[in-house]
């Protein structure tokens, strides 16, 4: 492959590493938002439930039991939902996470394979000019 080619590589890899740095952030952000709202629900669910037992310890009629108790149910299940979704949030931030890592890690290997690449052909061009210049010396040597 040419120096050229690698080039491209490394351009394209470190657009691709972009990307996913900028898909990392965003589900990181996604998944913080999600938890603090999960975080909110669970307390006003908490909340919720203690007024509901200081409401019936107070003797509260029946029927506004059972709708204070239907509204909690309502309210748990839903904080329980949120947490699951909060769950996946998080499994993506990091699997997003991983993969702006993997890719921060393969330029890193690209660029050190180019610079040695680079080493070699300048090491390999200086030989050649030395055994060039050795040669003219020696050829010069024999003329008389």
Known sequence: MSHKAFELMLKLMEMRKDRSVTKSRKAQADFLSSKNISDQLQTYAAEYDN???RSAQQGDTAMMLHTSAAFGQNLNATAATQR?????LEKTSQRALQQ???DSQRIKVLQDYIARRKALTRKAME???QRQLEDDLNGRAREP
Not at 84 to 88: C, K, L, M, N, S
């Open 100 to 102: 702006a890592l993997q």
């Open 51 to 53: 007024q509901w037992v």
């Open 84 to 88: 699951a979704e909060t769950r996946a």
């Open 127 to 129: 030989v050649r000019e």
